[in-house]
């Protein structure tokens, strides 16, 4: 039984059902965790304290937020991260401080007016009315004034037009927002390239009526696909720096 449903479970049920049972149903321990994953969570942290010390009219230096970036790091490495490409712990902390320098010198924002604000809001269809039994829930990483609702990914390559208009959290947050405050969000995403040579990109987007109702669907369509116990795994190119990929090869039906 569901009680909610996140951008979160929605993602991870799309990317592969049988490690969405794994990891909320069964919550299997995790053999390792993908230096991606460990690069992805250390910044949040680190970028979610430098907004916050904004918002309170503190302006730290970037060598402050490295520290809150490398502490995550070394905390996360008391388990077992997973490197590729020759990589370890101390190149990714040197990647981390190179991102967050371009960050910090790029960041197009204005003053938050808010931090890691959760939010629950029905799932309905706008057009229908039709209601989803379980609700919407999440946080918004950060929300600036005028109605200025950012994401912040981390990525190997730039973002085309379509990963942009399929991004699911920024419709997500068009549509909880709208619920909650009665009036359209601005939205932007802010993307840092972890290629060679560090990069940051930022993209205004909009979100309207029909994007909304084919989230609903779509969280609808995996809502069912979960209770009615549709798991099975999804080959693909994520199976390598799965963090289940053992136990995967020895499920059967």
Not at 20 to 41: C, H, Q, T, V
Not at 124 to 153: A, H, Q, R, S
Not at 185 to 204: C, G, T
Request: aromatic fraction near 12%.
């Amino acid at each position: 039984m569901m009680d909610n449903i996140s951008v979160s479970q929605i993602n991870l049920y799309l990317l592969c059902p049988l490690k969405y049972r794994f990891n909320y149903i069964d919550k299997l321990p995790k053999a390792f965790k993908p230096a991606e994953l460990a690069m992805g969570s250390a910044m949040h942290s680190a970028v979610e304290w430098w907004h916050k010390q904004r918002q309170q009219g503190n302006y730290p230096e970037w060598e402050q937020v490295s520290r809150i970036f490398e502490a995550d790091i070394q905390a996360q490495a008391m388990d077992e991260i997973r490197f590729k490409n020759g990589d370890d712990k101390e190149s990714l902390i040197a990647k981390g401080r190179e991102l967050l320098a371009v960050y910090l010198k790029e960041y197009p924002g204005r003053k938050p007016a808010s931090v890691e604000l959760p939010f629950r809001v029905p799932l309905v269809d706008l057009e229908t009315g039709e209601e989803l039994d379980v609700p919407l829930d999440g946080y918004f990483d950060l929300i600036e004034t005028e109605d200025m609702v950012v994401e912040l990914k981390t990525a190997a390559k730039t973002y085309d037009q379509t990963t942009i208009l399929q991004h699911l959290q920024l419709t997500a947050y068009a549509y909880a927002y709208q619920v909650l405050y009665k009036r359209p969000a601005n939205l932007r995403l802010d993307v840092l390239i972890k290629s060679k040579n560090v990069r940051m990109q930022s993209f205004e987007v909009g979100r309207d009526m029909q994007d909304m109702v084919r989230f609903f669907h779509i969280a609808k369509g995996v809502s069912r696909a979960i209770q009615d116990g549709h798991f099975y795994p999804n080959q693909g190119w994520q199976c390598p720096t799965c963090e289940f990929f053992e136990t995967c090869r020895k499920w059967r039906t």
